[in-house]
């Protein structure tokens, strides 16, 4: 059995004891969260979300893509968010590489060097910081005065202001 | 109190009640979910998944966009994963706008027109098996055998299956 196997039957369970059916589709809350993948850091548990409360916006590292911001974008602008939080952690896999050898390694093996940035970083509180930039740097996003960024400790579960 | 301040108390309880330091950086279940950022999806609740199972990659419409397809590379690439679960779900925000008319908009209101597609859609199982499609033909991910899409039933909690 495939673990996607495993965890339907997960879903069927989910949906035998589902009472959420009249939840509405802009957030309750009006909070954006944009964090990274990283499989320890559950959004809804560290921050005590509920289905129904903010819009989870997650890729490789919690970077402020151009993914990101068009996300962010659609949140705010169609479906009424005003608050963004960033969430970035310890012991980050996108502290292990750099752009370059990351990308080379896939051009050696596949012959193709990919057409996007890695977005690996060396520093993560100055990571936090950029993103924070390029959130107030773009032009689509018309709330940026409620950002605040962040590093979750995987080490402790807490999570840790990062200031401007 | 904003939002963001209230969620920060939460995530004080959270960090006082944790016991799960000793996670490792790889995904357990060797599993990616690429979903939808809606608030009524919690991906965790629905899978059953804990913290430490899987990544989760989210973003407006859970699209297979270039981000997402960057952080799928780094998933395998890096951290192992091999499984790929695709969510949509019903009442997305995504089928209520067509990219031309939301990038005129914000045009008329910035006096910039957006370089990215925002990757609205109006079918909800042919754009699941588009994101399928886009996994597939991407020559950076490596493992694309084991790919399934769903479309999460807001209404009733229930996970659906699209097939090829």
Redesign the interface.
């Known amino acids: 059995m495939?673990?996607?196997d495993?965890?339907?039957a997960?879903?069927e369970?989910?949906?035998a004891?589902?009472a959420?059916?009249d939840?509405r589709?802009?957030?309750?809350?009006?909070?954006?969260v944009v964090a990274c993948?990283?499989?320890?850091?559950?959004p809804?548990?560290?921050?005590?979300?509920?289905?129904?409360?903010?819009?989870?916006?997650?890729?490789?590292g919690g970077a402020v893509?151009?993914?990101?911001?068009?996300?962010l974008?659609?949140?705010q602008?169609?479906?009424g968010t005003v608050?963004i939080?960033l969430i970035h952690h310890t012991?980050c896999?996108?502290l292990?590489?750099t752009d370059d050898a990351?990308k080379a390694?896939?051009q050696t093996e596949?012959g193709?060097r990919?057409?996007?940035?890695?977005?690996a970083f060396s520093d993560l509180e100055e990571d936090v910081r950029q993103s924070i930039a390029r959130i107030k740097g773009d032009?689509?996003i018309p709330h940026t005065d409620?950002v605040?960024g962040f590093v979750y400790e995987?080490?402790?579960?807490?999570?840790r202001e990062v200031k401007p």
Chains 1, 2 share one sequence.
Do not use: C
Not at 25 to 32: C, D, H, Q, T, V
Not at 114 to 119: F, G, I, K, L, V
Not at 154 to 159: I, P, S
């Open positions: 495939s673990v996607t495993e965890v339907l997960n879903a369970r989910y949906a004891a589902f959420l059916g939840l589709l802009p957030p309750a809350k009006r909070l954006a993948m990283d499989a320890r850091l559950d809804y548990a560290v921050l005590g979300l509920r289905e129904g409360d903010a819009h989870v916006i997650r890729n490789a893509t151009a993914d990101a911001r068009r996300s974008a659609i949140s602008r169609l479906l608050e939080i012991d896999g996108m292990t590489f990351f390694g896939i596949t193709i990919p057409d996007w940035a890695a977005e032009p689509f409620q605040r995987v080490e402790t579960g807490r999570l």
